[in-house]
């Protein structure tokens, strides 16, 4: 039981702490533009990047809460999400350095070696991470136990079957992300054209607060589509790296296991 809250509490914790970093990211990165784009006046030349990246000087919310900085923290909270996932997939492929098993094109492997290759594998994973140690201690593990190099085969494509599935529901989160942020924009886009409307309804309207309103509508969206866009392209870089620890672990295990291995006739 221990050892389960041992693997939670670092599983989440790592996720808890680059989420932290990323909400602080985020705090630092609004300060930063709100000092940069501080002058109020349009003719500056920071004027417009202001409002269309803050919406800095926004008529219709209390500033810094704004359409533009909840995308940003959005967009800095899936990409702590992917930082946790791309430290995962780099921690796993450093698995193939370990050299589990025999690499050379000469050594067979006999059912007495698998004793001591389990032994050295089976404290280097756990329920969440250890895609090749865990495949090699399940392969030896059948072996032993139905002395069938067939089997080990079923088991290892089945094993690799619930590790991709597993790979993919890590990225739910990160998917949801890329979702929030065009809904926001949307949202602020709704929220720009209701605000001139409302403008226009009262009769001879201010056309320079009439523009800055209607202005809202659309830079909430240019600037959601565009986090939206990088978030989908970083996801995709990440989870393809974790996608490829999964074959080459399942390869890996493939050479230099399971092909490696002689069954005596007499002994099954």
Same mark, same amino acid.
């Given at each position: ?33 709100s000092l940069v784009f501080s002058n109020p006046s349009p003719a500056s030349a920071t004027y417009r990047i202001g409002v ?7 008529? @219709?919310?209390?500033? *810094? ?6 995308? %940003? =923290? ?7 999400? =992917? ?18 098993? *025999?690499?050379?094109? %000469?050594?067979? @492997? ?5 004793? *001591? ?11 969440e991470d250890g895609f090749m140690p865990s495949l090699i201690d399940l392969c030896v593990l059948q072996f032993q136990a #139905? ?6 085969? #079923? ?6 079957? @619930? +590790?991709?599935?597993?790979?993919? @529901? ?13 809904? +926001? ?7 720009? +054209? ?10 001879? *309207? ?51 296991l399971i092909n490696r291995l002689h069954v005596d006739p007499s002994a099954t």
């Amino acid at each position: 039981m221990e050892g389960r809250l041992e693997r939670y509490r670092r599983f989440y914790g790592a996720r808890a702490t680059f989420a932290g970093v990323a909400v602080l990211a985020w705090v630092g990165t609004v300060l930063l533009l709100s000092l940069v784009f501080s002058n109020p006046s349009p003719a500056s030349a920071t004027y417009r990047i202001g409002v269309l990246l803050l919406d800095r000087w926004t008529t @219709l919310f209390p500033y *810094p809460i704004t359409i533009q900085n909840i995308e %940003h =923290l959005v967009f800095f909270l899936g990409l702590g999400e =992917l930082a946790a996932r791309w430290v995962a997939a780099r921690r796993e492929l450093a698995f193939a350095a370990e050299h589990f098993l *025999p690499e050379d094109p %000469h050594t067979v @492997l006999e059912a007495a070696d698998l004793g *001591p290759i389990r032994r050295r594998v089976m404290d280097r994973f756990d329920a969440e991470d250890g895609f090749m140690p865990s495949l090699i201690d399940l392969c030896v593990l059948q072996f032993q136990a #139905s002395r069938s190099v067939d089997q080990m085969v #079923s088991v290892l494509n089945s094993s690799l079957e @619930l +590790i991709a599935h597993r790979v993919d @529901l890590r990225y739910q989160l990160s998917r949801y992300y890329s979702w929030l942020i065009p809904t +926001i924009g949307f949202i602020g886009t709704v929220a720009g +054209i209701a605000a001139t409307l409302t403008i226009v309804a009262k009769g001879n *309207p201010d056309m320079a607060a009439l523009a800055s309103t209607l202005a809202v509508a659309f830079d909430t969206t240019i600037v959601a589509l565009f986090e939206s866009a990088v978030l989908v392209l970083i996801m995709n870089v990440v989870q393809g790296r974790e996608e490829r620890a999964v074959n080459l672990a399942g390869s890996y295990v493939l050479r230099n296991l399971i092909n490696r291995l002689h069954v005596d006739p007499s002994a099954t």
